[in-house]
């Protein structure tokens, strides 16, 4: 058991150290040549006008919040899908359970207006 920690703790040294070194060697040979055109913000070759902070609804956020999460859930649907001749019954209602749940969720979002990109 003591040396299962000593070879990670090995490990953990060893990565460390090649990361300090890879650190300071990109350091060293960095090209320096600042300039004032390389310190501008890059926003689309437009000069900004103004402020350029602009809030987001939170919307917004959430409307890719549940993009995410279903876009997650999909990917667990493809194993089943590929084995859905070779699986238990058991399975199958152990996903149309998780089915419901996300229709569930889809239609408690989809009431609540989250989906509306207004």
Do not use: H
């Amino acid at each position: 058991m003591r040396n299962e920690f000593a070879f990670i703790g090995l490990l953990l040294l060893v990565t460390l150290g090649l990361n300090s070194v890879i650190l300071f060697v990109a350091r060293l040979i960095r090209p320096a040549k600042p300039n004032p055109i390389k310190a501008e913000t890059y926003e689309c070759g437009i000069e900004v006008v103004g402020n350029a902070w602009v809030q987001f609804k939170a919307q917004y956020y959430i409307y890719a919040l549940v993009f995410v999460i279903f876009d997650i859930e999909a990917a667990f649907l493809f194993p089943w899908a590929v084995a859905f001749d070779q699986l238990p019954l058991f399975a199958i209602v152990e996903m149309i359970i998780f089915l419901l749940i996300l229709l569930a969720a889809l239609v408690y979002v989809w009431r609540k207006g989250d989906l509306e990109w207004v």
